[in-house]
């Protein structure tokens, strides 16, 4: 199994900063790309910043300018740099990960890995 564990939410005020980090563990072979998705009370799961293993990133139009994704490979960590936060950044944070597992000798497993999730609230 691989598990991934998400930490560094809170509660702050508008335009102040947070770094959310995501550590995955377990019996990882490989991880491909990596993700951070948020989910705001009565919305639906975003996609908010993405991150290949070779470094390529993606964002949300909403984040552009204001969050930062990057990675650790020899640390299999991802993070995100959120800065300059809004109200409307207020949703639990999940982390995920195109992981390919070792089952056993010989045997792999890829499929995307979820965290728990890690809450950020944005006073104004």
């Known amino acids: 199994q691989v598990q991934l564990v998400e930490s560094g939410g809170g509660l702050v005020q508008a335009g102040q900063s947070l770094r959310l980090s995501c550590v995955a563990s377990?019996?990882?072979?490989?991880?491909?790309?990596m993700c951070w998705y948020r989910q705001a009370p009565g919305k639906q799961r975003e996609l908010v910043a993405g991150?290949?293993?070779?470094?390529?990133?993606n964002y949300a139009d909403s984040v552009k300018g204001r969050f930062t994704i990057s990675r650790d490979n020899a640390k299999n960590t991802v993070y995100l740099q959120m800065n300059s936060l809004k109200p409307e950044d207020t949703a639990v944070y999940y982390c995920?990960?195109?992981?390919?597992?070792?089952?056993?000798?010989?045997?792999?497993?890829?499929?995307?890995?979820w965290g728990q999730g890690t809450q950020v609230t944005i006073s104004s």
């Open positions: 995920n990960a195109d992981a390919v597992e070792r089952v056993s000798f010989g045997r792999y497993s890829r499929r995307d890995y």
């Open positions: 377990g019996s990882i072979f490989s991880i491909n790309a």
């Open positions: 991150i290949t293993s070779g470094g390529s990133t």
